[in-house]
Nanobody
Framework: QVQLVESGGGLVQTGGSLRLSCAASGRTFSTYTMAWFRQAPGKEREFVAGIRWSGGSTYYADSVKGRFTISRDNAKNTVYLQMNSLKPEDTAVYFC????????????????WGQGTQVTVSS
């Protein structure tokens, strides 16, 4: 069993930066694929970024490539999402997810989800 708790969301102006954190409980954290998703009002949840258990393989949605960076610290059971050059269209609730067989770019394979943290980018 894995429990995920996100933090770091908030209100930021266009062009600003935020760093999201996702703290995980459970001894198997280091073996899971971790990912960030987001959901804007009236839209479906979408994949943002993912990272394999070793941290050596990452994947990004085209909309955030070059602006967002996902990383993980298995010793701290934490995954991060550094978000730079934020745009109003990045406004959403951001969710952390974990799964032994999580698929990059898809919702499939993620067994555990956090409650989400709100990110609002003002124009």
């Amino acid at each position: 069993q894995v429990q995920l708790v996100e933090s770091g969301g908030g209100l930021v102006q266009t062009g600003g930066s935020l760093r999201l954190s996702c703290a995980a409980s459970g001894r198997t954290f280091s073996t899971y694929t971790m990912a960030w998703f987001r959901q804007a009002p009236g839209k479906e949840r979408e994949f943002v970024a993912g990272i394999r258990w070793s941290g050596g393989s990452t994947y990004y949605a085209d909309s955030v490539k070059g602006r967002f960076t996902i990383s993980r610290d298995n010793a701290k059971n934490t995954v991060y999402l550094q978000m730079n050059s934020l745009k109003p269209e990045d406004t959403a609730v951001y969710f952390c997810a974990a799964g032994a067989y999580g698929l990059m770019g898809h919702n499939s394979g993620y067994d555990y989800w956090g409650q989400g943290t709100q990110v609002t980018v003002s124009s």
